[in-house]
DNA sequence: ATATTTGTTCTATAACTTATAGAACAAAGG
DNA sequence: CCTTTGTTCTATAAGTTATAGAACAAATAT
């Protein structure tokens, strides 16, 4: 199973912690379509925090289209969503992000470029042997 | 001065929608270096907020050194941060960000004409005219 | 020197969010 | 039928957000 991890000392809740990190590895390649995620009860074990916890991370990428709950079977990558357009929140959200780097004063390039390479680095992880 | 707004139905605190929209004010080059914002008093009576927000918001723009607030004479954006490498916090917003859409199936590519579209938007409203 | 304006600090309350907790239910596979 | 998993309900506690009042201090204008 891909790694994930909890910061409990963060000021990221905990459950947008996990979701943020199963996106991330869905990006990487290290998800892919069919991928089991760990049960709620089996995570929340793992990094000593409630099961609820874990289900609200769940939820969320269940909301988002990224996977499939079931019961007994639990939760699954989907395949990508099938008609991908970015929502306007996401837009405002890199909007919000890239100002800040220009607000500093990086050039408009550079800020592209940094975009660039963290694109570039998805896909270089080994996805996970699915069983 | 600048046009903010504040959407009290937002699940973006208030706070944050002030300072992020400051910093895109920036990005934007509607608020350059040596730009007046309104008084946090002011600013809290137009928006029916209380004054305690917007010196948070305030505050964090202080923290981020794009903004320098002096008794009396108020808040003035500062000068472009003197050596802006990007804090690492940023990167890895970024990340979860570009994650998001890619985890979405869109190719890197459009992610990043995305981000370009964005970038090249800044700078084309119109700047304020400083008093 | 005083008044005014602005940010700053302190204390306090209320509502909401986050995390936890327990219990139970329901679906599904073995 | 048992087990495993997600789902729902109710509840509490701690932290965050926003508000509120009051006061202080710095700085400018008069």
């Not at 837009?91 to 390039?109: C, F, I, K, S």
């Amino acid at each position: 199973m891909v790694i994930l991890n909890v910061d409990l000392a963060s000021e990221i809740p905990i459950y947008q912690q996990l979701r943020d990190q199963i996106v991330e590895a869905i990006a990487d390649g290290v998800l892919t379509k069919g991928s089991s995620l760990p049960a709620t009860r089996t995570l929340a074990a793992d990094f000593g925090i409630n099961f609820h916890t874990v289900n609200k991370a769940y939820d969320l990428l269940r909301q988002q289209g990224l996977i499939q709950l079931n019961r007994k079977t639990g939760a699954v990558v989907t395949s990508t969503v099938a008609d991908p357009p970015l929502p306007a929140e996401w837009t405002a959200r890199a909007r919000t992000l890239l100002a800040e780097a220009v607000a500093r004063g990086l050039p408009a390039d550079e800020v592209l470029k940094t975009c660039r390479s963290v694109l570039d680095s998805f896909g270089t992880t080994p996805p996970e042997d699915t069983p």
